[in-house]
T-cell receptor, first 110, second 114 residues
């Protein structure tokens, strides 16, 4: 189906482990984004990408790594998960029109 | 610095009453403007958008928004609220010259009294 999908939807991991959140879009949108949503902070931009192999930091990039080898995929990796990274993560994409969002990944770091 | 503000953190209205959610932006030039709705445990759904032209834009679910350049505002309205409208509402802006990122307001939580 066309759209933007995130996987997994739910994840529990232990402190110090590496975890990767996946994001896939079928529109060939140039721009893709990763946000985290936390109570009291709203949506905060972690990283964004203007095209394949072009990425840049957002507001809260520390502790995260991204890559974009293909236009349709934009994985987000937590290199060594910390409890402060417990959050809901949203991926989004836009081709110059309205940004479209995935359903989110709820990550719990214990 | 570019910013989007939503002055109301939480609003409660009675079912059937009218609704207005406020949004103000601070940008060098008029950005693209959006309203999104997020139901509990769900992703963000686009309600409507303003790019240019008619300053009153219609969206889904009976929502509309009015762009006012003089006030740097993009307020969301609905003439009659339904209980299912209870959700979090986000105003957002995107710079026209470079689609580098979307800036979100902090959100307004809407409660609807039956």
């Amino acid at each position: 189906d066309a759209g933007i999908t995130q996987s997994p939807r739910y994840k529990i991991t232990e402190t110090g482990r590496q975890v990767t959140l996946m994001c896939h879009q079928t529109w060939s949108h140039s721009y893709m984004f990763w946000y985290r949503q936390d109570l009291g902070h709203g949506l905060r931009l972690i990283y964004y990408s203007a095209a394949a192999d072009i990425t840049d930091k957002g507001e809260v990039p520390d502790g995260y790594v991204v890559s974009r080898s293909k236009t349709e995929n934009f994985p987000l990796t937590l290199e060594s998960a910390t409890r402060s990274q417990t959050s809901v993560y949203f991926c989004a994409s836009t081709g110059g029109d309205s940004p479209f969002f995935g359903q989110g990944t709820r990550l719990t770091v214990v | 610095a570019q910013s989007v503000t939503q002055p109301d953190i939480h609003i409660t209205v009675s079912e059937g009453a009218s609704l207005e959610l406020r949004c103000n932006y601070s940008y060098g030039a008029t950005p693209y403007l959006f309203w999104y709705v997020q139901s509990p445990g769900q992703g963000l759904q686009l309600l409507l958008k303003y790019f240019s032209g008619d300053t009153l834009v219609q969206g889904i679910k009976g929502f509309e928004a009015e762009f006012k350049r003089s006030q740097s505002s993009f307020n969301l309205r609905k003439p009659s609220v339904h209980w299912s409208d209870a959700a979090e509402y986000f105003c957002a802006a995107l710079r026209k010259t470079s689609y580098d990122k979307v800036i979100f307001g902090p959100g307004t939580s809407l409660s609807v009294i039956p």
